[in-house]
């Protein structure tokens, strides 16, 4: 699949495991997270995703994982923040679709700043978008990744993202929009 945003990557047929790790997934405990940015995140399980590290490397080389585990969100259920970045929880993050669905992962740019992402430290951009995370029509959307199972998506944690369309699907583990996710850092960024 192409795309036209520097930072994302795409990769079909992801875990060559795949039904072992959606399995895990079904079957994980979970619950409601207090995350150090102040959100409350509903159905998440922080955990060892298997294979997540040995397939991921073998895509994207050295990395060192600082989060991961599953997320499960239903129909009706808005996301805690429409356009978001992840800034914070790593350098990049991966996100592998378990369940089919009518969603995606989007990409956007600010419309009054153009900004496509937020570094440390970039505090007037902060002020200037911050009261536009839950207003799409401040965005212009630049690319979308449709849910389609065992599909990654891997972007910098910097890029303005979302769920979309915002609200999710189904209404148990096995027809949810229900990821795996990791938040990682390249070994590299580590020195």
């Given amino acids: 699949m192409s795309n036209d945003i520097p930072g994302v990557v795409v990769i079909d047929d992801f875990f060559p495991n795949f039904e072992r790790v959606r399995s895990h997934a079904i079957l994980s405990e979970f619950y409601d997270w207090m995350a150090p940015d102040g959100e409350l995140y509903k159905r998440i399980t922080l955990l ?14 050295g990395i060192e994982i600082k989060a991961s585990g599953y997320r499960l969100n239903f129909a009706g259920e808005p996301p805690n923040q429409s356009i978001h970045s992840d800034l914070g929880f790593g350098t ?13 992962t989007a990409f956007w740019e600010h419309n009054e700043t153009g900004a496509t992402e937020i570094w440390y430290g970039q505090r007037e951009l902060f002020e200037a978008i911050k009261d536009d995370f839950e207003n799409p029509e401040a965005w212009t959307q630049r690319m979308v990744v449709p849910v389609k199972s065992n599909r990654a998506v891997i972007y ?26 990791a938040f990682f850092n390249f070994l590299e960024d580590e020195e």
């Fill in 156 to 181: 910098k944690a910097s890029l303005f993202h979302s769920r979309y369309p915002f609200e999710a699907f189904g209404s148990t583990p096995e027809d949810g929009r229900l990821i795996a996710i």
């Fill in 92 to 104: 990049h993050v991966v996100v592998v679709y378990l369940n089919e669905g009518d969603s995606g």
């Fill in 48 to 61: 060892h995703v298997p294979d997540m590290f040995d397939t991921l490397t073998q895509h994207v080389g």
